[in-house]
């Protein structure tokens, strides 16, 4: 199963601040939260993003949130906030499995 999720976007005028939040936390927290909803924690998960998406992953897969998470692709992390992300690709490449089923 493949699902695809873009970053959050909503039109008029909201009094509830995490439905127009563009932070790292809340983009993190709507990953975490699509993963369950979509997945329920019974199917194994490779997370992929690009430039800002690419650290919205890394950041995603760094909180040990994500249920079955099994790979983390990120492409052309060139951006301020996706540079930051870096930090934790040392800790996700560690924490690979030696062999693949």
């Known amino acids: 199963t493949l699902a695809r999720a873009g970053t959050r ?3 008029g005028a909201s009094d509830d601040a995490a439905a127009s939040s563009l932070s790292k936390q809340q ?5 975490v939260e699509a993963s369950e909803a979509l997945f329920h924690g019974e199917r194994d998960i490779i997370l992929v993003g690009h430039s800002l998406g690419g650290a919205v ?20 992390v060139v951006e301020g906030t996706a540079i930051g992300a ?10 690979r499995p030696e062999q693949f089923r």
């Open 27 to 31: 983009l993190v927290e709507d990953v």
């Open 57 to 76: 992953a890394a950041h995603a897969a760094a909180s040990g949130r994500i249920k079955r998470l099994i790979g983390v692709a990120v492409v052309d």
């Open 9 to 11: 976007h909503r039109t």
């Open 86 to 95: 870096l930090a934790h690709m040392q800790a996700i490449l560690r924490s």
